[in-house]
């Protein structure tokens, strides 16, 4: 390692500061994305339908934490963001920065454990949304929510179908995103609207406590609520391909972030108004509440539209983060700091297709070998853990390119809330029955990731560009 960095450091010497020196040349993006869209796009990035049940599971204290994680982190990352992006235009996002202020090894240590981070995150997206809809389809097709054959089957294919959206161009793709985004904004607005008939025709089902009683739950809580608002910094890798990022950026970031924070916390309070805490289960939460509320208002078609929302924001979720990750490998590709077809765009389409074929291919093994050995519970806590510490270890960094752009404050609150996020992570839930196999897993996972990050880095580093 010392003998890389003196090789860097030789390279560099002499040369203007980093931020002064221009950008490798690489294949043209096409700037598709406007102010709408990004928006949608940021919507469709941090908001996932599937927290809310975690969220409700573990009682009422969780909208203050949603309210307190709003204030704390994603304000803070919408600053941070929003500043980045301006000072360090192009594609590549959290790498582009990480390479600029700490250097080409942490750059890409930071983009190659996000970019895990996204694929762990990609199979328990897939099969929480899938479980949902079809839980929420009724009680004829509500065990097929349970059948890991089923939601495997199906979670690869909204996998793919929204990766190949985005792949055949952003002119396409982006309209998964902003569908995803539009049908967040539906869904919200039915919870709320359905709780407050549900009150006003027999009650609430749960005593609105809103002070977080401290228990396992909520200590799970804590870490699930903080990488839920996570995703606005996945604007910022779609720099190249947004019409004026100057301008647009900081405000879509605002807007995104606002909707975030209400959504969330409005949200949840819905569901705990409809269903009591025990009765609602991190899988199927949402579709349970659907149905109770459908029960109790005499609404036999409401099931059904929860379901078609659901797997509209899960579409919209999926492209949204592929089709912004793929530009991690791709920024890499033209640094020479990996092979050089994730570099290349697809010539009729503007797109970098081999890093979301990449992408698409690791999410899917992930998926089927996460099935092996374990309840499909405990085989989903397994991926979230594994998707919280790999998602917020590259906050660290970003947060540290906050600070030395000035923004101390912002950094502060955001590297607190990735600290206790990570910590909180490893604390195993009560669907875990053997506590050794899951810390081993999470272990050995995270260390093959940093290792196998080194391996890579450490075999392309000699040919990769000077100024990366």
């Known amino acids: 390692a010392k003998n890389y960095g003196r090789k860097w450091e030789g390279r560099e010497a002499g040369m203007p500061d980093a931020a002064a020196v221009p950008e490798p040349a690489a294949p043209a993006l096409r700037r598709e994305l406007g102010l709408r869209d990004v928006t949608l796009f940021a919507i469709a990035c941090i908001v996932g339908t599937r927290w809310i049940a975690s969220a409700a599971h573990a009682g009422p204290g969780s909208v203050t934490l949603w309210l307190v994680m709003a204030l704390l982190f994603v304000a803070p990352l919408a600053v941070a963001v929003g500043t980045l992006t301006v000072k360090y235009p192009g594609a590549g996002g959290l790498y582009l920065w990480t390479r600029r202020d700490f250097g080409p090894w942490p750059g890409f240590l930071c983009f190659w454990v996000y970019w895990m981070g996204i694929a762990f995150w990609f199979p328990s997206a897939a099969m929480a949304y899938m479980s949902v809809a079809v839980y929420t ?25 929204a990766l190949g959206a985005n792949m055949i161009g952003l002119k396409i793709g982006k309209w998964i995103e902003n569908l995803g985004g539009v049908a ?13 008939l549900v009150w006003m025709k027999r009650g609430t089902a749960t005593p609105i406590h809103l002070l977080p009683a401290w228990n396992g739950d909520t200590i799970n809580a804590w870490a699930t609520i903080a990488y839920a608002l996570t995703g606005l910094e996945l604007v910022g890798m779609m720099g190249a391909e947004i019409r004026d990022p100057r301008r647009t950026v900081p405000k879509a970031g605002w807007i995104a972030s606002a909707f975030a924070g209400v959504f969330y916390s409005a949200a949840t309070l819905a569901m705990l108004v409809i269903l009591q805490p025990g009765n609602i289960s991190q899988l199927n939460g949402p579709g349970q509440a659907g149905m109770e509320a459908g029960s109790v208002l005499g609404i036999s078609w409401l099931s059904p539209l929860i379901a078609v929302l659901f797997s509209l924001t899960a579409l919209g979720q999926i492209g949204g983060l592929g089709t912004a990750v793929s530009r991690l490998p791709f920024a890499a590709g ?25 992408l698409g291919a690791v999410a899917s093994f992930l998926l089927v070998a996460f099935q092996i050995g374990e309840t499909m519970s405990a085989a989903y806590d397994g991926l979230v853990s594994l998707m919280v510490i790999t998602g917020f270890l590259p906050y660290l960094y970003v947060f540290g ?44 996972v995270t260390l093959a990731v940093i290792a196998s990050a080194w391996l890579v880095y450490r075999r392309h580093a000699p040919e990769a560009r000077p100024n990366c």
Do not use: M, Q
């Open 137 to 161: 389809l009724g009680p004829h097709y509500a065990h097929l929510s349970t059948n890991r054959i089923f939601l495997t089957i199906v979670s690869l294919a909204a996998i793919w179908i």
């Open 184 to 196: 967040t904004w539906l869904l919200g607005v039915l919870l709320v609207t359905l709780a407050v």
């Open 334 to 358: 033209v640094d020479r700091l990996l092979p050089a077809g994730f570099a290349k765009v697809h010539p009729r389409w503007g797109t970098p297709h081999l890093s979301i074929l990449a």
């Open 401 to 444: 390119s906050a600070w030395k752009a000035g923004k101390r404050i912002s950094a502060l609150c955001g590297w607190l809330v990735a600290v206790l996020a990570l910590l909180c992570s490893v604390a195993p839930s009560g669907s875990i029955t053997n506590v050794w196999l899951f810390e081993g897993k999470i272990a050995a």
